[in-house]
């Protein structure tokens, strides 16, 4: 069973930057996608960012340029930088780990405020 643990979340003024972090534990063998997805109140939760094992990275257009994902594959972890953050980019952030294509996990959770 994959627990996943979130930090980094919190409140940052518009065009302040946060990072997030994401670590994996009892992963198994396998190729493995880890991501970040956010929901606003009242939207459905949506696609951040990706990465694959090898480091290729997707991400959604509302980020690119201002959001970039990495991971350390020996830390089973995956982070998110944020910078010129909006107030359109407050939301519950949520980490996501997919093994082998088939078994998705999320984790519990973090809220980041882009308020002055």
């Known amino acids: 069973q994959v627990q996943l643990v979130e930090s980094g979340g919190g409140l940052v003024q518009p065009g302040g930057s946060l990072k997030l972090s994401c670590e994996a534990s009892?992963?198994?063998?396998?190729?493995?996608?880890m991501g970040w997805y956010r929901q606003a109140p009242g939207k459905q939760r949506e696609l951040v960012a990706r990465?694959?094992?090898?480091?290729?990275?997707n991400y959604a257009d509302t980020v690119k340029g201002r959001f970039t994902i990495s991971r350390d594959n020996a830390k089973n972890t995956v982070y998110l930088q944020m910078n010129s953050l909006k107030p359109e980019d407050t939301a519950v952030y949520y980490c996501?780990?997919?093994?082998?294509?088939?078994?998705?996990?999320w984790g519990q959770g973090t809220q980041v405020t882009v308020s002055s």
């Open positions: 009892g992963s198994s063998p396998g190729i493995v996608v």
């Open positions: 990465i694959g094992s090898s480091g290729s990275a």
């Open positions: 996501n780990y997919v093994l082998g294509g088939i078994w998705v996990y």
